[in-house]
């Protein structure tokens, strides 16, 4: 009963920038802490950012210094913003959440970065 729908991704020259933003709807009625994972082709899905349940943030050691996860006041809105990318930064970049025990996945959206 928890819908979770990535937007932002998009074509980016190395260098460049994006936007990711993530909704959450459904019957949610309390807060959770959501996170970014990616996987590219070939490889497993891994770990970009996410908030902690105390309300801090985990970045893996490739992003850090590039990458800023937000979110807003109902926690229900969680955003990548995405610095300096470089074409290792390829992937389906998928959000993810929990709420009454359950794990929760988007769809994905797709960022490609060109040299």
């Known amino acids: 009963q928890v819908q979770l729908v990535e937007s932002g991704g998009g074509l980016v020259q190395a260098g460049g920038s994006l936007r990711l933003s993530c909704v959450a709807s459904?019957?949610?009625?309390?807060?959770?802490?959501m996170g970014w994972y990616r996987q590219a082709p070939g490889k497993q899905r891994e770990l970009v950012a996410r908030?902690?349940?105390?309300?801090?943030?985990n970045y893996a050691d490739s992003v850090k210094g590039r990458f800023t996860i937000s979110r807003d006041n109902t926690r229900k809105r969680v955003f990548l913003q995405m610095n300096s990318l470089t074409p290792e930064d390829t992937a389906v970049y998928y959000c993810?959440?929990?709420?009454?025990?359950?794990?929760?996945w988007g769809q994905g959206t797709q960022v490609s970065v060109s040299a």
């Open positions: 908030f902690t349940d105390g309300g801090g943030t």
């Open positions: 459904g019957t949610i009625f309390g807060g959770t802490a």
């Open positions: 993810s959440g929990s709420w009454y025990g359950s794990n929760y």
